[in-house]
């Protein structure tokens, strides 16, 4: 069994009531996943699952108020009881996060190569010019030409490509070695967000990283991961090798997603899923995704069922072994 980069057992998260005397909120239930040096893997699910919440509880930045049970180790190290400098050190060199809209992390009012450098040079790592240096070598390798200027320019004046391509090279800058990408191309048109994604790959490749890869997009997530957990109201309700996911599912939610995406190859109409995503807060006692299976029944609706081995990878559903794998799409 390969050593784990990442290993989260069990997350729970709570947040603080909205109001006084109010209940406190689940934001997700159950998240098991492990990530090894050098391998990618994808968390996919539908807005709201739980799957940012996940990547903030790894970095110890969830919401004041928040409580989290289970473990989060980072080789073998408690994330959850990390405190002051080991938790600083921890984000400054063990983790970096890849945001989805880089024009609503980085200050307009520097410039990018201030941007860049400024977590390496606080954390005491690099000298600024090291650092400039560093920068300039890593934009290169992403495909910036010119970084000597970009480095000089306002984020206002690049293009939402190449401000990702920066973000990017602000993840890699403290040479990390856990990466965690959250939709990290979700605000770039097709053709630019798979010039990124081959580049963050690439880089991923090359320096042997692990990487969380958070995405709604099961097709890109399977493209570019060797492993896929997908998320649905705060429950990992499948994992296993990305290619098999893909192929043959084997939880009616995977299924359903496949089945609602448009497909270049296939005249088939998508299958829209019936009902509405429902946030972890709102689940009840059983299944999670009970209420939009056609395959639910009372046992569904009352008791949630644990992750277990069915094929290749884990499964959360009662009756996984006894269904198809890619059925479960209501028509």
Do not use: W
């Not at 603080?16 to 040096?37: F, N, Q, W």
């Not at 689940?283 to 290749?312: I, M």
């Amino acid at each position: 069994m390969k050593p784990q980069l990442l290993d989260i057992r069990r997350l729970r998260v709570e947040l603080a009531p909205r109001e006084r005397r109010g209940e406190r909120r689940t934001v997700i239930h159950d998240v098991s996943l492990s990530v090894a040096p050098g391998e990618s893997v994808g968390l996919v699910g539908e807005s709201g699952s739980g799957k940012s919440m996940t990547a903030k509880a790894v970095m110890g930045l969830l919401p004041r108020g928040a409580v989290a049970t289970g473990e989060i180790l980072y080789r073998n190290r408690a994330v959850l009881e990390m405190k002051g400098a080991e938790l600083a050190g921890f984000r400054a060199r063990g983790v970096s996060m890849i945001y989805q809209d880089p024009r609503a992390h980085i200050n307009p009012l520097r410039t990018v190569g201030d941007f860049l450098v400024e977590g390496v040079v606080a954390s005491g790592a690099m000298r600024r010019p090291e650092a400039l240096e560093a920068a300039c070598a890593l934009l290169r390798d992403v495909g910036v030409t010119d970084p000597r200027r970009r480095v000089a320019q306002y984020p206002h004046q690049l293009s939402g490509g190449l401000l990702q391509r920066v973000m990017i090279v602000m993840a890699l800058l403290p040479s990390p070695e856990l990466i965690l990408a959250d939709e990290p191309t979700t605000a770039l048109d097709v053709t630019v967000q798979s010039d990124v994604m081959a580049i963050l790959s690439e880089q991923i490749r090359e320096r042997s990283l692990g990487m969380l890869f958070i995405t709604h997009d099961l097709d890109l997530a399977a493209a570019v991961t060797d492993s896929l957990a997908v998320m649905y109201a705060g429950v990992i309700v499948e994992h296993g090798p990305a290619a098999d996911v893909y192929a043959a599912p084997r939880h009616p939610y995977t299924a359903a997603l496949l089945a609602s995406r448009p497909s270049p190859t296939s005249v088939e109409r998508p299958v829209s899923i019936p009902g509405r995503p429902i946030s972890a807060f709102e689940a009840g006692e059983g299944c999670v995704f009970a209420a939009r299976c056609s395959h639910a029944t009372g046992l569904c609706r009352t008791e949630r069922p644990d992750p277990r081995p069915v094929a290749t990878g884990t499964v959360a559903c009662h009756y996984a072994e006894e269904l198809e794998p890619a059925e479960g799409v209501r028509s």
